[in-house]
Structure formats: C-alpha cells, structure tokens
C-alpha cells in the first residue's frame, strides 16, 4: 500500500516533552527525559482510506504511520485530523505491524469484529471520544491475556451513520471474543442495557450489514 497523510494540521505535538530546556547560562541544554520513550508491546500502523470511485480499492488505502511507543503514538494522533472531520467514504484503521486492514488478511480472514454503531447526532458527541478510546485499548493492550487476539480496529464515516469495530483474529474464539467485548463496552461507557454485537468477517462480507447477524453479544 502506498504512504501517505491525509490533511495534516499544524496543530503542535502537546502531549510530548521538550526536548531542550534554558541553562542559566542562556545555552541550550539537551533534557534527558525528552529522550526516553517508552515502548509498546506492539507494533502499530495507522491506515487511512479515502473512497476515490475512480480507483481500486486497495489503491485507495494507504499507509500513513508505523509507531511502537507511546510518544510517537500520541506525536502521531494529534498530528493528524480528527475522524468527525473526515469526509463521508473515509475509514481510518489502527492495526498490529504486519496485518493489513482488509477481511483477506490472513490474519483476519477467520476473525470477526465487535460493532458499534452510531447515530448521526453521535458524531458530533461521541464519535472521536469513542475512537480515540478504542485506539487507547489497543495500543494499551487492555484487554490482558486476551490482548494477541486483537489484530486492530476501524472507524468508518458515513452518511447514514459512523462505525467503529474492534477486529479479532479467531470467531471461534469465545471467551477470548466475550472478554474482548466486556471490556470494551465498559471502556467506552455503554449503557449495560444497550448491547453490542460480534459478527463473523465470512459472514459481514456475504451480506449486506443489516441483515448480518450477531455471533456474539455482551
């Protein structure tokens, strides 16, 4: 997939430290903390697709970033724009170094995603808290033991309302995949009485998003 950044903003890096700091003396002394990073225990890569009907759709996806520490992830997040500010037919996708962010992916072709789905209203209250949540998740490895079998996550912008899903590795999976949806419904702060769903890629790619039925709910 080709490299790219879709509309970058000059917004500055204000999560990350400085990196020199005034001596008495008016020299500029290097400050050792602005060095130390701290690793992540994956490698992740940001995609960013853009619905371009003149093209493939592979031609569309593109790579923007590869990061492996906190610092660079967050360099990284405040750089780019936020998803509410995407235009509709445009996903961003956070996947593991190495999986691509396609149903074909060897290591998603037996996997599934846990779905939400939100309203119009919701992309103005909740879509980039939500995402920037499910980015937390995953780069944090929160959902412990079970954490190998997240592969990434996408957001997709639409019209007729946005999506986020968590993608795993194995639909066969069921306590990895309850575990996985327990967690991430608490994260986002989802009501208990609402529920989401888990459907398998084979069947999401074999029918039409509606009338795909949920494998999983919690």
């Not at 079998?149 to 069921?174: L, P, Q, Y």
């Not at 575990?179 to 991430?184: A, D, L, S």
């Not at 989802?190 to 999401?204: E, L, N, R, V």
């Amino acid at each position: 997939a080709p490299f790219c950044c879709p509309d970058l903003d000059d917004r500055q890096f204000t999560n990350l430290p400085n990196h020199y700091e005034e001596a008495e003396t008016g020299q500029e002394i290097v400050n050792p903390e602005s060095y130390i990073k701290h690793p992540l225990q994956n490698k992740w890569s940001l995609w960013f697709f853009k619905n371009d009907k003149t093209k493939t759709w592979q031609a569309n996806l593109c790579l923007i970033s590869t990061f492996d520490t906190v610092e660079d992830f967050w360099a990284l997040y405040n750089h780019i724009q936020l998803s509410s500010n995407l235009i509709s037919g445009c996903d961003y996708s956070l996947f593991k170094d190495g999986i691509e962010p396609m149903w074909e992916d060897e290591r998603n072709k037996r996997g599934g995603r846990w779905l939400i789905t939100l309203s119009k209203h919701q992309r103005r209250q909740d879509l980039d808290r939500f995402w920037l949540e499910t980015l937390l998740c995953l780069v944090g490895e929160t959902f412990d033991d079970y954490s190998d079998e997240v592969c990434g996550a996408v957001v997709n912008i639409r019209s007729k309302g946005d999506k986020i899903a968590i993608w795993t590795a194995d639909f066969d999976n069921r306590e990895a995949i309850t575990h996985i949806g327990r967690v991430y419904k608490e994260r986002l702060g989802i009501p208990m009485k609402m529920t989401i769903g888990y459907q398998s890629h084979s069947d999401t790619s074999t029918k039409s998003g509606s009338t795909t039925k949920n494998k999983f709910v919690v």
